[in-house]
């Protein structure tokens, strides 16, 4: 079975151009989460979705940043505009269940901005 | 302030010299704590989970054990392919988002053969 896929795995851009990061959960997971990670901060919740509806998103940095899950087996993450204090790998990770502990990671997007 | 944090930040071992990654937290009513792991470029593989002081875990040379307010990771005669960055996170039980987990800056493994 395929894990979680994300896309683009690298990202170059310049500040103020639009970002679009995409995931694609395991199938049958049915809670979606965007992390971000930076060596100075570490992994940290952006947005997580149970059942497709966003429950928490008090991690999103601000208006900039906005996540979508149209339906069970895609969800977005964009930026715009992007600044270059966005720089990090942004994780997208998938589970059964709101609560369980257990996540699936894909393998990341690097997401540079210049 | 941290709640959730490693030490040490990094640690150097030879193959066969067995040591602990400690991860202590700071928060109350604990939901959980969580080991994963982390290869470079890649994204964090669960390990275990720990919900009670007293719980212990194994996986293979990997042994996690939980007190009351900090969890240990203690490897067993490593190899070279235990390298990598071992991450915990704890779950809280309090009345906000469920579904966060807390992560700790994580400790960098080498095993040198």
């Known amino acids: 079975d395929a894990g979680v896929i994300q896309s683009p795995r690298h990202e170059v851009t310049e500040m103020g151009q639009e970002v679009t990061l995409r995931c694609k959960p395991i199938?049958?997971?049915?809670?979606l989460f965007w992390y971000r990670q930076t060596m100075m901060r570490g992994l940290e919740l952006l947005i997580y979705f149970n059942n497709n509806v966003p429950i928490d998103d008090s991690g999103m940095p601000e208006d900039r940043f906005s996540a979508k899950m149209p339906n069970a087996s895609f969800s977005t993450l964009k930026i715009q505009p992007s600044e270059p204090r966005d720089s990090a790998v942004y994780f997208c990770?998938?589970?059964?269940?709101?609560?369980?502990?257990?996540?699936?990671f894909g393998e990341g997007s690097r997401l540079t901005v210049l | 302030e941290d709640q959730v944090t490693q030490s040490p930040e990094a640690l150097r071992l030879q193959e066969g010299e067995s040591s602990s990654l400690n991860c202590s937290y700071t928060v109350s009513g604990l939901r959980g704590l969580f080991w994963y792991r982390q290869d470079p470029g890649k994204g964090p593989e669960f390990l275990f989970t720990l919900y009670s002081a007293g719980e212990e875990k194994e996986k293979e040379r990997l042994k996690a054990t939980l007190t009351k307010k900090e969890s240990f990771l203690h490897i067993t005669a490593p190899k070279p392919e235990d390298s990598a960055t071992y991450l915990c996170a704890v779950r809280m039980n309090y009345g906000g988002s469920q579904g966060n987990l807390i992560f700790g800056k994580g400790t960098k493994l080498s095993v040198k053969p």
């Open positions: 199938s049958g997971h049915n809670s």
């Open positions: 990770a998938s589970g059964r269940g709101q609560d369980t502990g257990e996540l699936f």
